[in-house]
């Protein structure tokens, strides 16, 4: 079995949902649960140099996990610390 992501979790159904969400490579994105950043990631790697993803966790130590990890993406990902419930 191959292992996707981190310590932190492994997605069930991981590229049945990434294939299905990220339909428009230049598009803009919200992952309201970073964690350790498997699914970010994911998104990540399927868009192009004018996509963005917006991610947002309330757990500073997922945070700053996720920024060492995703940190090669560059400008394409914004990452906030905040709670999904609070997205108007």
């Not at 990434?18 to 598009?27: A, C, H, R």
């Not at 060492?68 to 905040?82: A, D, M, P, T, Y």
Request: glycine share 10%; with cysteine; hydrophobic share 30%.
């Amino acid at each position: 079995m191959e292992k996707i992501g981190n310590d932190y979790h492994i997605p069930v159904l991981y590229y049945e949902t990434l294939d299905n969400l990220v339909t428009n490579p230049d598009g803009i994105y919200i992952d309201c649960t970073l964690g350790g950043g498997s699914h970010s990631e994911g998104i990540l790697e399927r868009l192009s140099d004018k996509g963005l993803l917006i991610s947002i966790d309330q757990d500073t130590t997922a945070i700053e996990y996720s920024k060492q990890r995703l940190e090669k993406f560059g400008s394409k990902w914004k990452v906030f610390k905040g709670n999904f419930e609070n997205i108007d």
